[in-house]
Structures are given as C-alpha cells and as structure tokens.
C-alpha cells in the first residue's frame, strides 16, 4: 500500500477495504508505521511505536486494521510504559487495561503507539519537559494545541486517521481547532472511565477521539459508548448508531451564537468574524441563528474550576508517587502543576464543596438556556494555535490561580461545558490569513451529540474540509 494511498483514507474507507479484503490489516498498520516515522522527527507527536503489532491480527470489530494511537493520558495498555507526560511518572507501567482500551481493541482498532501529552493534562499545549515540545504539522513553530495536542498532530498529519483524546477543560476541543480536526467532547457518562476511576476532575473529563471525518467521529462513539459495571452514574444511550446520524438531514435547529467570552478575554478578529461566517452559512442551510449566550458569573466559576482541577491533580500526582516512590517536587513536577499540586494539599473538603456548589450555580445557570436553543455556536479558542513557548508550564512564578486563568484565557469557551456535562465538538470550518485552522465550537443539548452528528455531517458536506493539508504531512 503506497503511503498517499493510505493518507487518503479515513478510518472508515480503511475498515471497508479491510472487510472487503482489498488490503489486509498488516498493510494497513505497515504503511501507519511508515508515516509515523516519516512525519514524527518534525513533529515531536509520537512517543513510542510498535512496530511489532503490523502482523497482529485486530479484532473482527467495525473498524478492524484501522490504525490507532493512544494518549499517553488517562486510558492505558495493560504491560505498557504510561508516563503521563511527568517526570513522576517516567518508566511507568500500566497494571490494567482500562475499559475505554479494551473497547477501543475490540472494535478492531489497531493500537500502534502513544502519543505525547502536557504533564497531567493541565495545559493546552503539549510541551512537556519529559518529552519536549510537539509542534503543529500546519506551522511547526506553533503549537497543535493539547492536552491530546500529540494525537491530533498525528491525525492531521496523517500518519493515522483516528487517535484516542480526552477533556478535561477542552482537550479533545481545542487541538481540534488548533490542528484542523473534528473533535467532538461526548457528553458526561457517555465513555466510562472505569475500571480505574469512578469520575475524573469532579467528573470534567470524558475520554473519546480526533478524527479527520465526522464519519469516524461517530463510528467510534457508537463503538465505546456505555456505562460499565460499578460507573457512578449512567446516562441513556442513543436510540440508534450515531453513523446514522451523519447522513441524516438535520431538522431547521434553532442556534445561539456567541463570539464574546463570559472570561471577558479578547477574542482574535478572525476567529469572531468566523463565526459570523458560520452563523450565515447556517442560515443559507435552514437554520435559525440568534445572538444570543448563557449568562455565567466567570469569576466564581473559574475559581472552582481551578480547585477542582487541583484536587483531581492531587490525587492522581500521589497515586502516581506511590507506585514509583518518587517524591513530588521540583525535580519530578513542572512549576504549574507542583503549584496544583500544593494547592490541593492545602485544600480542606470544605473548599473543594464550597468549588463543586460554585460549579453548581454555574450548571443550573446554563442548563435552562438549552430549553430554548438546541445548540449554541463559539469559537473554539480565542486565536489560531499559539506559538511554541507561549504555554509555558515551567515558567518561574505559577500559582494555582494565575495558571489557571492565563491558559483558559486562550481558550476561554471550553471548560464551561466540561463543568456542566454538555456535548460539544469543534469544526474545522474556517482559515486564517497565516494558513492555520480555525475551528466553530458548537455545543449541543444534554445527551444530544445525536443532533451534533447531524448536523457536523451537514456543515462537512457544505464546507469540505479533508483535502486542506498542512505542510507536515503524508501525501503532499
């Protein structure tokens, strides 16, 4: 299989060729491993291969022999080095396989890495000292965005065609629309994080894909979704696959649109002027579009949001510490996640309460807004991707606060919905004047990434976004 020819392909026309018996597995993850090696040099994106899987036979599942990297965050291989991007973490190896894992190999995925991420995840950026600094395959001196910012690298460079993401604040968002993706964040509950955990940073965090296609998107959902035994809650699942739901004709959706952040954060011009130009490109496919937003108290919200995601780095920096032995501080831990870290321990379980009714009041503020609206539309983030160093999680001076507020004041539309539970995914739907991406968050009712399908499949057939290619990448 000639490596254009497998760039070419998203997961889905890769997983039909396979059943069909046009090309076997082992071609498939051949020419993966091939791209990987050709693209991974420039990019920094790929930690370890494994090369030895190309003649493993995947499961008989609905994306069998489709190529696959896993996040080096959160959902792990049993036997398998998980470093979490730390320094704590090094030379970790994973005692289990998570349940979102086995899921992944038994709809025939083929897991063949793990991808690079930001220590513990807290940073929209992935330039880990662990690993060094992954750079975006549209301008390597910018960042592609994080904390999956590793796997999306990959996928728009396309060295494979689907990679495992998760979000905690908009980790499977915001490298979407730094990289050129589709990156649609489940609602809270769809993926079980189990067996490992019950819920992840105050139940912020669900785990899913970047894709190219909306198609892929959907076909892995369909194949992870659902609760496990022992999940602390679980949500109605869909009435019918979420594949359906990309081809479907949407019904007349009524959608807010917003470009100003509840932050009060400067939003770049191109990206507010995108989502006018969405907003129009609604209205010319039947939609109704309104100005309008939910109204939030940011600064009560913000300030739980950072107690929260300390109290949920906490935890996981002292399990970490206890299977290594190692000792968190500054030779094991960057300064803004030791500064997490020692605001966490300081927290009493009255504060983190205290954080998790701040959070509520923000939920119950929001959740009536979508009685009225089926969907809202955002900008993803407040720029195109920022240059490399800009995310600097090292830099002398971080505390748990000022950390916080600086890197969601770049993306400053995302972790409203990790709070609330919402399903939202980002658009590749518009450039900038530099060639970069620019992605449309649109976020959609509780449990409803049905509607979300719907209409991402509309908008990707209106406004075409695979054959953009980046300058780092397979196939140019």
Known sequence: MKLDEYAALDGMSIAELVRKGEISAAEAAGAAIEAIDAVNPQLNAVIESYPDRINQEPADGPLKGVPFLLKDLVAHEAGQTNELGSRLAKGMVAPNDTELTARFRRSGLNILGRTTTPEFGFNPAVEALLYGDTRNPWDLERSPGGS?????????????????????????????????????????????????????????????????TVRDSAAVLDATQGALAGDPYIIAPPSHPYLDDVTAKPKQYKIAMTSEAWSGDPVDGECAAAVHETARLLEDLGHVVIEDSPEVDYEPFIQATA???????????????????????????????????????????????????????????????????????TPTCATPAWKLGVMDANKPGW??????????????????????????????????????????????QWGREDMLFQLSGQLEEARPWIDRKPGVCIGT
């Open 399 to 444: 505390d748990l606060m000022s950390w916080t507020k600086y890197i969601f004041g770049y993306c400053p539309f995302t972790p409203l919905f990790n709070a609330t539970g919402h399903p939202g995914v980002s658009l590749p739907l518009a450039m900038s004047k530099d060639g970069l991406p620019i992605g449309m968050q649109f976020v959609g």
């Open 148 to 212: 999956s910012g590793g796997s999306s690298a990959m996928v728009a460079a396309r060295a494979v065609p689907i990679a495992h993401a998760n979000d905690g604040g908009g980790s499977i968002r915001i490298p979407a629309a730094c990289s050129g993706l589709v990156g649609m964040k489940p609602t809270r509950a769809r993926n079980s994080l189990g067996p490992d955990v019950a819920e992840a940073i105050g139940g912020f965090a669900i785990e899913h894909v970047v894709t190219r």
């Open 307 to 377: 107690k929260i995601w300390a109290a949920g780095e906490t935890a996981w920096i002292l399990a970490v510490a206890a299977a290594t032995g190692r000792t968190p501080g500054p030779d094991t831990l960057e300064t803004s996640i030791l500064a997490s870290y020692e605001a966490g321990m300081a927290m009493s379980a009255v504060e983190y309460l205290g954080a998790l009714n701040d959070v509520n009041t923000a939920c119950r503020a929001v959740g009536p807004f979508f009685d009225d609206y089926d969907m809202l539309l």
